[in-house]
């Protein structure tokens, strides 16, 4: 059964970069036309889509936080990572990483989120 | 860049009773429409894709529709477990990007 575990620090001071993995277990990331995405939730408030990645490398991220993101994939670990620049309060979040299901465009595996703090 | 709005905010029902939540989205997303169920401390869960049709293990009770720009995710009879946030969300033809709607909660009348 896949599984999705992300991990980095907790906490990340301002103006610094947010680094964050998500392993995939139970299967490969590069064997099959699934693509993987990044979302996060601020406490209290509802899911933001920052990006998604294809196996092969193409991206897409959210319009409104593209210039600070970057998400790549590494198949040899089986893990694929986020990491958002230049933070501030604002980026307080609940970051779950997810896979995309191909023909459906839906999130259909979710990891646990991991709650990522921004503060001095 | 395509916005979806969801009503109403918060529904008030008990055990039992039905409950018709509805998704409206700025402009046609065709059937690019999924719902997802949010229990508090939890990731989101799949529950309806391509707008009617229900992920792996989701309970018959659960049924979308609708096409274009207007969806309804209904629970034929609220189980204790159902009470949560419902989220829907879309992803556009180009840019390749996803939106989710700001979310529906439904709590115990």
């Known amino acids: 059964q896949l599984q999705l575990q992300e991990s980095g620090p907790g906490l990340v001071k301002p103006s610094e970069t947010l680094s964050l993995t998500c392993t995939v277990s139970g299967g490969s990331i590069s064997s099959s036309s699934y693509y993987w995405g990044w979302i996060r939730q601020p406490p209290g408030k509802g899911l933001e889509w920052i990006g998604s990645i294809y196996y092969s490398g193409s991206t897409y991220y959210n319009p409104s936080l593209k210039s600070r993101v970057t998400i790549s994939v590494d198949t040899s670990k089986n893990q694929f990572s986020l990491k958002l620049s230049s933070v501030t309060a604002a980026d307080t979040a609940v970051y779950y990483c997810?896979?995309?299901?191909?023909?459906?465009?839906?999130?259909?595996?979710w990891g646990q989120g991991t709650m990522v703090t921004v503060s001095s | 860049e395509i916005v979806l709005t969801q009503s109403p905010a918060t529904l008030s029902l008990s055990p039992g009773e039905r409950a018709t939540l509805s998704c409206r989205a700025s402009q046609s997303v065709s059937s690019y429409l999924a719902w997802y169920q949010q229990k508090p401390g939890q990731a989101p869960r799949l529950l309806i894709y391509?707008?009617?049709n229900r992920a792996t293990g989701i309970p018959a009770r659960f049924s979308g529709s609708g096409s274009g720009t207007d969806f309804t995710l209904t629970i034929s009879s609220l189980e204790p477990e159902d009470f949560a946030v419902y989220y829907c969300q879309q992803r556009s033809n180009w840019p390749r990007i996803f939106t989710f709607g700001p979310g529906t909660k439904v709590d115990i009348k």
């Open positions: 391509d707008a009617s």
């Open positions: 997810a896979r995309v299901h191909p023909q459906h465009d839906a999130f259909d595996i």
